[in-house]
């Protein structure tokens, strides 16, 4: 009768264990996607083009007792390009940042400003021709605006410079490079994680330039002018960077 029952229990307890393997197995579940957060945070290099145009003028001054003609003229707008690299820091929605950029510029290289001078003698004169304008510029800026989630307001101003063109006058060329400050603002949006475009205009106004120019008629008379010319533009421009990720 023993061997009976203990035969029986163990009969259950196989059927029970083979009942169970066919159960299914309870797989766990699979970990949650954490999908970063956009922030604007980060270092990013980038490529911009545009238009520029001055607001520079010139003003000739001549020494007493000489007279001149003026027969100046040309264009003081152009295209402007070049690149960009800076960095940006987020805290809630405010951002500040710091940039730097270098920038061809073709601004009023036409120019033409001719002028006659006349002394004494009627046979004598001079003549000079003065085709300025910008070859190049940069800035090097603070940043400072306000992100709605993927879209930056901001403004912006910081160190300027620049050639700012010289001249052919009575004894050659002249070429300047001046410093100066700039100002300005925009808006820039993501359209991803790491690509966001802009659009943007600054203000740029660099030191004045000052070309002396004098002839010598002999060792007691002479004569000249200074050309006083303001070196001052807008710039709009649009702008692609990439955004490198801080995660």
């Given at each position: 009768m023993k061997k009976f029952l203990l035969a029986s229990v163990a009969l259950f307890g196989l059927?029970?264990?083979?009942?169970?393997a066919?159960?299914?197995?309870?797989?766990?579940?699979?970990?949650?996607?954490v999908v970063p957060i956009f922030t604007?945070?980060?270092?990013?290099?980038?490529?911009?083009?545009?238009?520029?145009?001055?607001?520079?003028?010139?003003?000739d001054v001549f020494v007493p007792g000489v007279g001149?003609?003026?027969?100046?003229?040309?264009?003081?707008?152009?295209?402007?390009?070049g690149g960009q690299i800076g960095y940006n820091y987020q805290v809630g929605g405010w951002v500040i940042g710091l940039e730097t950029d270098i920038q061809f510029a073709d601004l009023g290289g036409n120019?033409?400003?001719?002028?006659?001078?006349?002394?004494?003698?009627?046979?004598?004169?001079?003549?000079?021709?003065?085709?300025?304008?910008?070859?190049?510029?940069?800035?090097?800026?603070?940043?400072?605006?306000y992100a709605f989630d993927r879209t930056l307001l901001y403004v912006t101003g910081g160190f300027a410079y620049g050639d700012t063109g010289g001249g052919n006058d009575f004894f050659g060329n002249n070429n300047n490079t001046n410093a100066g400050w700039t100002v300005g603002g925009g808006v820039e949006y993501a359209f991803t994680n790491n690509l966001t475009a802009r659009l943007e205009g600054l203000f740029v106004?660099?030191?004045?330039?000052?070309?002396?120019?004098?002839?010598?008629?002999?060792?007691?008379?002479?004569?000249g002018f200074e050309n006083r010319k303001n070196n001052e533009f807008g710039v709009v421009r649009a702008g692609l960077n990439y955004k490198f990720n801080t995660y």
């Open positions: 059927a029970g264990a083979a009942a169970a066919d159960l299914p197995v309870r797989a766990a579940p699979p970990a949650p996607i604007w945070t980060g270092f990013y290099v980038g490529v911009n083009a545009g238009g520029a145009w001055s607001n520079n003028n010139n003003h001149f003609v003026n027969t100046g003229g040309g264009n003081n707008g152009g295209f402007t390009g120019n033409r400003d001719n002028d006659f001078l006349f002394v004494n003698n009627p046979n004598f004169f001079g003549l000079r021709n003065n085709n300025n304008g910008n070859n190049f510029f940069g800035t090097v800026r603070a940043r400072a605006g106004s660099l030191e004045r330039n000052r070309n002396n120019d004098f002839l010598f008629l002999n060792t007691v008379n002479t004569f």
